[in-house]
């Protein structure tokens, strides 16, 4: 006899979504979390606002060895559907740029919703209780805890990835996986600051603090947003995005003024005021800090005119197509998502179950999914969990 229609393990925001859309449907639902305050990573989004969605996602914003996967779930349960759910609990929320969501309050609103919708559904949430082992059985699961052992008919991990450890995050639902014959797409720190070493990392440190816009490329993405330089390299919204595209050892190129051809501009300057300095010209188009550091990297001290076409190509290069390879990234610590997971060639796009072991599900960031910076990994969240709550 079964204690539970569905066990699903991690209260975070899919194993929430699971958990509410399945005790709706009238099942039995036990939802558990190793943590002592749940929600974590929903609480310290967004710089505490919670970007709880984007109103554009799709497809093309997510990362993953089979970029279809994920149209099912978003087309089952789109933006529209959730911002429904947080208006109908009165939650004030602002669209900040390109389709982002944020609590107008607190991102411990969006926890409150969840919670309240659990304990309206039926839910029961246990926490702290840590999972030590998951047997399966001929019709059942048995879901071993420090809390007692609980049977099943359906198991939901939903323990995302390897990203900010300081709040409990873990590989243990990738082992769950292997334990049941699933693969791993190999894992990587996703939405994450660049390092940098030697020279590159010294001219970097001095300019710590300064940020500007910026378009990066790296493998034939790019992205159009801020950038900062830090104590340790990159990081800003732009590089986050592209670091989600970067591999080890790989170049990326940055653009410092977008909209502004600074060769053009420099040789124009040579042809009608040849004794300004190369700073003087470009005044106004980068701070004044970061272009004296970059004229002072380069050794620069000469006017316009008595600098060679050459030479101002290279300056221009440096602010329109600057060409560097970080040494690497700040790691899981730092890191917004985890890049890689379950191999969704094992997984149903339309339930999220495992197509190796019935009754075996797998949802979230733990999932090789990987969203872009805005919103796009808590839509995968709300998405994966609500499809796999029809189906358990």
């Given at each position: 006899?079964v204690?539970?229609?569905?066990i699903?393990?991690?209260?975070?925001?899919?194993?929430?979504?699971?958990?509410?859309?399945?005790?709706?449907?009238?099942?039995?639902?036990?939802?558990?979390?190793?943590?002592?305050?749940?929600?974590?990573?929903i609480?310290i989004?967004?710089?505490?606002?919670?970007?709880?969605?984007?109103?554009?996602?799709?497809?093309?914003?997510?990362?993953?060895?089979?970029?279809?996967?994920c149209?099912?779930?978003?087309?089952q349960?789109?933006?529209?559907?959730?911002?429904?759910?947080?208006?109908?609990?009165?939650?004030?929320?602002?669209?900040?740029?390109?389709?982002?969501?944020?609590?107008?309050?607190?991102?411990?609103?969006?926890?409150?919703m969840?919670?309240?919708?659990c304990?309206?559904s039926?839910?029961?949430?246990?926490?702290?209780?840590?999972?030590?082992?998951?047997?399966?059985n001929?019709?059942?699961f048995?879901?071993?805890?420090?809390?007692?052992?609980f049977?099943?008919?359906?198991?939901?991990?939903?323990t995302?990835?390897?990203?900010?450890?300081?709040?409990?995050?873990s590989?243990f639902?990738?082992?769950?996986?292997?334990?049941?014959?699933h693969?791993?797409?190999?894992?990587?720190?996703?939405?994450?600051?660049?390092?940098?070493?030697?020279?590159?990392?010294k001219?970097?440190?001095?300019?710590?603090?300064?940020?500007?816009?910026?378009?990066?490329?790296?493998?034939?993405?790019?992205?159009?947003?801020?950038?900062?330089?830090?104590?340790?390299g990159?990081s800003?919204?732009a590089?986050?995005?592209?670091?989600?595209?970067w591999?080890?050892g790989?170049?990326?190129?940055?653009?410092?003024?977008?909209?502004?051809?600074?060769?053009?501009?420099?040789?124009?300057?040579?042809?009608?005021?040849p004794?300004?300095?190369?700073?003087?010209?470009?005044s106004?188009?980068?701070?004044?800090?970061?272009?004296?550091?970059?004229?002072?990297?380069?050794?620069?001290?000469?006017?316009?005119?008595?600098?060679s076409?050459?030479?101002?190509?290279?300056?221009?290069?440096?602010?329109?197509?600057?060409r560097?390879?970080?040494?690497?990234?700040?790691?899981?610590?730092?890191?917004?998502?985890?890049?890689?997971?379950?191999?969704?060639?094992?997984?149903?796009?339309?339930?999220?179950?495992?197509?190796?072991?019935a009754?075996?599900?797998?949802?979230?960031?733990v999932?090789?999914?990987?969203?872009?910076?805005?919103?796009?990994?808590?839509?995968?969240?709300?998405?994966?969990?609500?499809?796999?709550?029809?189906?358990?």
């Amino acid at each position: 006899m079964v204690d539970y229609d569905a066990i699903i393990i991690g209260a975070g925001a899919a194993g929430f979504m699971c958990a509410i859309t399945a005790s709706k449907r009238g099942r039995n639902i036990l939802l558990l979390d190793h943590s002592d305050n749940i929600g974590e990573k929903i609480r310290i989004s967004g710089g505490g606002r919670c970007n709880f969605t984007n109103l554009g996602a799709g497809p093309k914003n997510y990362i993953s060895a089979n970029p279809k996967f994920c149209i099912s779930a978003l087309k089952q349960f789109g933006p529209d559907k959730f911002v429904s759910m947080v208006e109908s609990h009165n939650i004030e929320y602002f669209e900040k740029t390109m389709g982002q969501l944020f609590c107008t309050g607190s991102a411990t609103q969006i926890i409150e919703m969840l919670m309240s919708e659990c304990n309206d559904s039926g839910v029961v949430v246990r926490n702290p209780v840590k999972v030590e082992k998951i047997i399966k059985n001929d019709t059942a699961f048995s879901v071993k805890t420090d809390n007692g052992d609980f049977q099943t008919t359906s198991v939901v991990v939903a323990t995302g990835g390897l990203s900010i450890p300081k709040i409990g995050a873990s590989d243990f639902g990738h082992q769950i996986a292997r334990e049941f014959g699933h693969d791993i797409i190999p894992t990587s720190p996703a939405l994450v600051p660049f390092t940098f070493s030697g020279d590159a990392l010294k001219s970097m440190s001095t300019l710590s603090g300064i940020s500007v816009d910026a378009t990066i490329n790296c493998n034939g993405a790019n992205f159009s947003d801020g950038l900062l330089f830090t104590h340790r390299g990159l990081s800003g919204p732009a590089i986050l995005q592209i670091s989600s595209y970067w591999s080890h050892g790989d170049e990326i190129s940055i653009d410092l003024a977008p909209s502004i051809d600074v060769f053009a501009k420099l040789k124009l300057a040579k042809e009608k005021t040849p004794k300004q300095l190369p700073q003087t010209v470009l005044s106004g188009i980068l701070s004044k800090r970061l272009l004296q550091g970059i004229i002072d990297e380069m050794g620069f001290n000469q006017t316009i005119g008595q600098t060679s076409d050459k030479n101002l190509q290279i300056l221009a290069d440096r602010i329109n197509n600057w060409r560097v390879t970080p040494a690497g990234v700040e790691g899981y610590r730092t890191a917004e998502v985890t890049r890689g997971g379950v191999d969704t060639n094992g997984l149903s796009s339309k339930t999220m179950e495992s197509e190796k072991v019935a009754g075996l599900f797998f949802i979230g960031e733990v999932v090789d999914v990987t969203g872009q910076l805005g919103g796009y990994n808590f839509q995968w969240a709300w998405s994966s969990g609500f499809v796999a709550g029809q189906y358990i």
